[in-house]
C-alpha cells in the first residue's frame, strides 16, 4: 500500500536530491583583500593627484576633482565584494562547475573528458598575497575557464584532481 501524495518522493527522494546538488566552494577571502588593496592604491593615488595638482595650480576650489576617483573607490569596494561572493566552483562525478557573476551570472560546465591541459599561474601580486589560479583548457577555446584567487595548495590539489579526472574520463573514449 503507498501512503502519500503521487508527487512525494519520501526521506529516500530527499536524500536522492540532497546527493545530485553540487557542493560548491568559494573563493577565499585573500582575493578579495588583494582586489581591494589594488584598488584603494590605484583610485588612491588618482584622488591625490586629482585633487593636489588643480588645487596648486589652478586654486583651492579645483581640489574638488578629487571627489571623483573617492566616489569611484567607494563603488568599487562595493563591486568587488559582489564580484567576489559570486565567484564559485562545484567538483561533481563527471565535471567541474563553475557559477560566476552579478548582474550576468554565468555557469560554466567542463566535462572531464574534454580537459586537455589544467594549469596553475600566480603572478608576482598573486604570489605576494600567497593566491594562485586554475586555468582549465579544453579542445575547445570558448569552454577554458579560470578559478581566481585559490590558495595555492588547494589550487595544486584541484589540478591533480582534475587532471587524474580528465586523464580517466579520456582513456574511455
Known sequence: METGSPGDTGAAGATEAARDEPVWTGLPPGL??????????WL???ALAAGLLPGLFLGPVWA????????LMVWGWVM?????????????????????????????????GRMQLVEVTSGPVERH???????LHTAAAATDATIPGLDPAEAERL???????????????
Not at 565567484?87 to 548582474?103: K, M, N, P, T
Not at 589540478?159 to 573514449?173: H, K, P
Open 32 to 41: 578579495l583583500r588583494m582586489r581591494r588593496l589594488l584598488l584603494v592604491v
Open 44 to 46: 588612491g593615488l588618482l
Open 129 to 135: 598575497f600567497g593566491l594562485a589560479s586554475v586555468q
Open 80 to 112: 568587488l565584494g559582489r564580484n567576489w561572493r559570486s565567484w564559485r566552483y562545484a567538483e561533481r562525478a563527471d565535471d567541474l562547475l563553475i557559477s560566476r557573476g552579478v548582474l550576468w551570472q554565468e555557469e560554466t560546465v567542463v566535462p572531464y
Open 64 to 71: 574638488v576633482f578629487a571627489l571623483v576617483p573617492l566616489a
Open 159 to 173: 589540478r591533480d584532481r582534475l587532471t587524474e579526472l580528465g586523464e580517466a574520463r579520456s582513456a574511455g573514449l
